[in-house]
């Protein structure tokens, strides 16, 4: 036949393939949340997340160890509180004493060059399990950013080497990073949560955390699924208030919005590969409907190919075994 462009013949052999890949995956893209909870040599499974566990500071520790040998250096903490400790006002969450700041001391002492990421935002902690301060049915915007902005100094002063807002209140980033370089913390990293959406996804996460909102739904300060545009305006605020990275919350669904942040910033952008994405393909994989190994890293492909620099994800230390494996 007369061909004459033959696109298959740059896909011919494995060494051709890899030579003019546009996206590549590596260990240092990836971020590994990890659960805590209080007590000693606790592991506790969370069932609608196969793999996952609550750790005990010390269990915590042995992992960290594990995935530093995997080449997985980052790690966002998420602590699961005691009922008897949260309250309306979310009081714990600025404990210096606390599940988390105690965390964060204990993995920089142990492991100082790794990258702490701490949560901020009050659902693990409020009474309420919202992420803001609630009156009356209503969650107060600027209230809320007086508790948060305590939180994030605590964690700071804990040994954060970043804190990440994920609350979606208006004008927090600004607020905590004036209160960050006001304590001398000016090297403190802020990772936004700037496009985070009222997802369905997020089911197993608060199953891992016990912190579903008590009433309504989180759709007046998270973000409507149907649109697109808007994650431009917040993008757009959190970088002018000083955000050092933005993220898409969720990711897989939301493809279309990382590239839409990368077209559009310098600033470097995250993405969270959510507890719900992950089950999907743990709970289909289990059941022999697919390859877990092979979509596992698609679906992270297809995160860093829509121009994401950096993901989340409970996938992080599996798929950095499957990359140890074809060094």
Known sequence: MDIFHRPRRNRRTPVIRNMIAETSLSTDNLIYPLFLCEGQDQKIAIKSMPGQFRLSADNLLKEIAECQTLGVH???LFPAVNDSLKNSTADEAHNPSGLLPTAVKKIKDKFPDSCVITDVALDPYSSDGHDGIVREGQILNDETIEVLVKMALMQAKAGADMVAPSDMMDGRVGEIRRALDAEGFENTGILAYSAKYASSFYGPFRDALDSAPKFG?????????RNSREALLEAGLDVQEGADMIMVKPALAYLDVIQLLKQNFTTPVAAYNVSGEYAMIKAAAANGWLDGEKAMMESLMAIRRAGA????????KEAAQVLAQKK
């Open 309 to 316: 620099d950096v993901i989340l994800t409970y996938f992080a």
């Open 74 to 76: 980052s790690f966002a």
């Open 217 to 225: 739904d989180k759709k007046t300060y998270q973000m409507d699924p």
